[in-house]
């Protein structure tokens, strides 16, 4: 009997993070998102169909700004790349994205002038609709100068962040 709970103890455990044991393949190119220019911050949804990076110092602008690559199926070609414009602004750097595994809200660092650096948060009502424009996590902007790289838990209740050159985690009621 206590063998047989043994074994269905490491079958579950095995079908739970087996895949996470395995060995990783060469990294490879993202090419459809690859340029000559400062691609950062990869981020891929949680359904594998968006990527979701900033881009900066190109020949028209310095600052980083946020994108969005989309491709059809997990795995597959990204076929469609286009700018978050309506988060980015001339006057500084957009970066870090972390968007929610619904694809509805969208966490990321805006530098602003005083060398600060702040969490925003955007929040759409559909997958389809473009991001509004973001709104300060003044709750956690208040910590410090040098705010970057939100990441949360799957049902966004904890934040985890990184103050120059200090990492951080808090529980995170005010996100909703």
Not at 32 to 50: K, M
Not at 69 to 83: C, H, L, M, N
Not at 154 to 171: G, H, I, R, T
């Amino acid at each position: 009997m206590k063998t047989r709970m043994i074994f269905v103890a490491v079958l579950g455990f095995l079908s739970q993070y087996g895949p996470a044991l395995a060995e990783w393949t060469v990294p490879a190119p993202v090419t459809e998102v690859n340029t000559e220019y400062a691609e950062w911050d990869p981020f891929l949804s949680s359904d594998w169909l968006s990527l979701y990076f900033s881009k900066g110092k190109t020949d028209t602008f310095y600052f980083h700004r946020l994108y969005e690559a989309t491709r059809e199926v997990p795995y597959g070609s990204f076929t469609s790349i286009k700018e978050i414009s309506e988060l980015n602004y001339s006057g500084g750097h957009i970066q870090d994205p972390w968007v929610s595994p619904d694809n509805l809200r969208l966490y990321y660092m805006r530098t602003e002038p005083g060398n600060y650096w702040r969490l925003k948060f955007s929040e759409r009502a559909a997958v389809d609709e473009p991001w509004p424009v973001g709104v300060n996590i003044s709750e956690l902007n208040v910590l410090g100068q040098m705010l970057r790289s939100p990441t949360l838990t799957a049902d966004e209740l904890y934040c985890s962040w990184l103050k120059n050159p200090v990492f951080f985690n808090q529980k995170a009621p005010y996100v909703r």
